[in-house]
């Protein structure tokens, strides 16, 4: 059974160092042709897909995001990690993380975690 | 970026109406893949590669479309259909269209 599950700070002021982790099981990201990626929502809008990670460390970002975001996984390959810099208010969102592979559909996702950035 | 345009935005169907959903892509691409999101609820895969059903999805749904126009099709409204969906490409980094709200009339 495939499942994620996405942690993060729930509150963090304006210029801070956004840290999310993403956690999951019944797959293994050593797997070839195995990816994770991140993905938000703000509040009634759509999707934005942020940056992932495949089994082999290649890691792929949002160009127009790139400058502010690192994307990680652990050495046990359970775990991805995602930073982004310099946060402000326009990065308020619900942040996802979601399993995939290098035909780019997202076949399981984390239930999401909400982030606000506010002073 | 490949911008994708969804189209309408918002809709209301009948139960037993036939409802189609459309997708337009600012480049031609090779697949259109779609999501279901329930309110408070994660996107779930829905139909991917323009045309296959995940897992669990009623065969009253179908995808179709190539180049840079797509269309998710409901063959007969019901109750439960009621969601946003989202068209998403990935033939450059993944992009998402602003979704189409389909309402129970």
């Known amino acids: 059974q495939v499942t994620l599950k996405e942690s993060g700070p729930g509150m963090l002021q304006p210029s801070k160092t956004l840290s999310l982790t993403c956690s999951f099981s019944?797959?293994?990201?050593?797997?070839?042709?195995?990816?994770v990626s991140w993905i938000r929502q703000p509040s009634g809008k759509s999707l934005e897909w942020l940056a992932a990670?495949?089994?082999?460390?290649?890691?792929y970002y949002n160009p127009s995001l790139k400058s502010r975001l690192t994307v990680s996984k652990d050495t046990s390959n359970t775990q991805v990690f995602l930073k982004i810099t310099s946060v402000d208010t326009a990065d308020t969102a619900t942040y996802y993380c979601?399993?995939?592979?290098?035909?780019?559909?997202?076949?399981?996702w984390g239930p999401g975690t909400m982030v606000t950035v506010s002073s | 970026e490949i911008v994708l345009t969804q189209s309408p935005t918002t809709m209301a169907a009948s139960p037993g109406e036939k409802v189609t959903l459309t997708c337009r892509a600012s480049?031609?691409?090779?697949?259109m893949h779609w999501y279901q999101q329930r309110s408070g609820a994660s996107p779930k895969l829905w139909i991917y590669?323009?045309?296959k059903l995940a897992s669990g999805v009623p065969n009253r749904f179908s995808g179709s479309g190539s180049g840079t126009s797509y269309s998710l099709t409901i063959n007969s409204m019901e109750t439960e259909d009621a969601a946003t969906y989202y068209c998403?490409?990935?033939?450059?980094?993944?992009?998402f269209g602003a979704g189409t709200k389909l309402e129970l009339k």
């Open positions: 979601a399993r995939h592979n290098y035909g780019w559909y997202f076949d399981f």
């Open positions: 480049s031609s691409v090779s697949y």
């Open positions: 590669e323009t045309s």
């Open positions: 990670i495949d089994w082999d460390g290649d890691k």
């Open positions: 998403q490409q990935g033939s450059s980094y993944p992009t």
């Open positions: 019944g797959f293994s990201l050593s797997t070839s042709g195995m990816v």
